[in-house]
């Protein structure tokens, strides 16, 4: 008997070390891991020892005794990787990194974010240095898009937070949220009482498609939707036009396929989670049964990772349809799948959208649909969308990459809400330097770069802001692992200011300006008060969607 990793992983990475006969692939050091989907466990070496189940933090292995139907698939997801990696191991002993000097005194540091990136970066602090750290977050609540980002039908996924709570639970970190950088406390103000500050405030905002009709009424970003419903108290008063039979999503990644099961799944599956009342309400009058997912390149290229479209076949109540038309290869492709050395997770996703093809589909049931090489030129309608107008795609090599460019082939959707769910994207903090075209603050492996090109001084990035919107929760470790080395090296080498005001006095300045201020009693507070409603509708929590009600129940 071995121990399998499921859908949920988050390649987090944390099961590597602890595994006793390093059977877990690939590592943190191996270039797969930059690219990987998820993480694998050999079936050949594995011991059953279960090291590897205690430090999952999302709860996604299990012994291949232990799966259910919906993840028996994931046995022979994990043997198949190691039919193309076949595992080599030298067993080199882990290196315990080293602690700075104890005469260098208490390291202090600020951390702007309080989402994985933060999350992780604290950790590792608190668990390389003597460091008192002060986590901000201009929402009453932390932890980020675990709160607001994973679908709700996702809970394993969330999981992570109580990692984290349970880390953080040292007055050695303090919270302070409700407190946005920029309004309440400045930039050299954060200087002035830490020795370094870490930023690690993800990215915000999404890409636009440029077409014309975007601003249409109807027409919206996934990432409001996905806020609005999982009860961002920036979104609650958002209004989702869910009165027509079909929506249509732009793009085909991970963020697409939680929205599409969303719109799709019955509501009644939906009560047992932590959505929004509001979203569950609206979703429960919800008239729409088909869901039309686009994708700009071909089924190969899809955005989404296997895991995920996986999950869709076990959807009660939902036909996930492909066309056999859409499965047509162009040579390049075809040539990609025939590779014996092809990635077994880019092999499962045509198998999968094979499948999908050949399927069910019952009377009655609602409908995922899934378009490949297929790109939005304009939406139109009258007072609002009405219809979304797109062009069909062929694929050509440039550059050693498969590019879309269009056909002279168009086709009229009919619809009254889009999606579009094309990416995310940073933005500027302050007066920091800042990269327009990616989005990110530019930084040497998370040390910050002046526009002079020169590092700035305490002053370091982690997670999206520092290399961009991709990876899932986990890659924000191994990101955050890198900042804080030469962070730590930095203050080792003794190239950090000192601080030049304690945390009382911080603590002082912060209450005078802000009296909403929510610590971590305050936080604590919401999170008892959230559980406690969900009890009663046998619900992990009811979640506070407005800052006002969040602040209440931070003041008990």
């Known amino acids: 008997m071995a121990y399998v990793i499921t859908q949920r992983c988050c390649n987090d990475a944390s099961c ?73 191991s030298n067993f080199d002993p882990i290196v315990t990194p080293a602690r700075p000097p104890k005469e260098l005194g208490t390291l202090r540091v600020a951390i ?55 880390a953080f639970r040292r007055e050695t970190l303090q919270y302070y949220l409700n407190v946005e950088v920029g309004t309440h406390i400045s930039h050299e103000e954060l200087l002035r009482h830490h020795h370094a500050v870490i930023y690690a405030v993800g990215a915000s905002s999404d890409r636009k498609m440029g077409v014309p009709g975007e601003d249409l009424p109807g027409s919206h970003s996934a990432t409001e939707f ?35 099961r969303v719109l799709t ?32 390149r071909g089924p190969l290229q899809a955005a989404y990772t296997s895991p995920e479209f996986l999950a869709l076949a076990h959807l009660k109540g939902v036909d996930v349809i492909v066309e056999e038309t859409d499965l ?50 304009a939406l139109t309608g009258t007072d609002r969308v009405e219809y979304i107008e797109i062009v069909h795609n062929e694929l050509f090599e440039e550059g050693g990459q498969l590019v879309a460019r269009p056909t002279d082939r168009t086709e009229s959707i009919g619809t009254s809400l889009v999606l579009r769910s094309i990416g995310y994207r940073g933005e500027r903090i302050g007066e920091l330097p800042f990269d327009e075209r990616r989005g990110v603050v530019p930084n040497e492996h998370g040390r910050v770069i002046g526009d002079d090109g020169s590092m700035l001084g305490g002053v370091y990035v982690s997670g999206w802001i520092k290399r ?52 971590r009693a305050g936080w604590r507070a919401i999170d008892q008060a959230e559980k406690t409603a969900g009890k009663s509708t046998g619900r992990p929590r009811v979640k506070f969607t407005t800052r006002e009600d969040l602040l209440k129940a931070a003041r008990g």
């Not at 599956?269 to 919800?286: G, N, V, Y």
């Open 112 to 166: 702007v974010g309080a989402g994985p990136a933060a999350c992780y970066a604290a950790d590792e602090l608190l668990r390389r240095a003597d460091v008192e750290i002060e986590m901000f977050d201009r929402l009453p609540t932390p932890w980020g898009l675990v709160r607001a980002g994973v679908a709700p039908d996702h809970p394993g996924t969330k999981t992570v937070s109580g990692m984290f709570e349970s």
């Open 328 to 377: 047509a290869l162009d040579h390049a492709s075809q040539a990609i799948l025939d590779d014996p050395q092809v990635e077994p997770s880019l092999k499962l996703k045509y198998t999968l959208a094979q499948e999908y093809a050949g399927g069910r589909r019952a009377e009655g049931n609602k409908r995922i649909v899934f378009r490949y090489l297929t790109s939005p030129t």
């Open 16 to 88: 590597v070390s602890e595994c006793p006969v390093d059977c877990i692939r690939p590592t943190p050091d191996q270039p797969e891991f930059a690219t990987t989907e998820m993480l694998y466990i050999d079936p050949d070496t594995c011991i059953d020892c279960g090291a590897c189940v205690d430090a999952c933090p999302v709860e996604a292995i299990f012994s291949e005794d232990d799966l259910t139907a919906s993840l028996a698939r994931f046995r022979d997801i994990n043997a198949d990787y190691f039919q193309r990696h076949p595992l080599e």
């Open 265 to 296: 799944v019955d509501p009644d599956e939906l009560a047992k989670t932590d959505i929004a009342d509001h979203a569950l309400d609206a979703l429960r009058q919800s008239n729409i049964r088909e869901v039309v997912v686009l994708g700009r």
């Open 226 to 260: 996905v806020a609005w419903y999982n009860g961002h108290p920036d979104y609650a008063d958002r209004t989702f036009d869910l009165s027509g039979e079909r929506a249509v999503i732009v793009g085909n990644g991970n963020v697409a396929l939680d929205v599409a």
């Open 468 to 519: 961009g919107p991709r990876g899932v929760i986990g890659s924000n470790r191994i990101d955050s692992e890198e900042t804080v080395e030469l962070l730590l090296a930095d203050f080792t080498a003794g190239k950090l200011a000192a601080p030049q005001a304690d945390r009382a006095a911080l603590r002082a300045m912060l209450a005078e300006r802000q009296a909403d201020l929510v610590d």
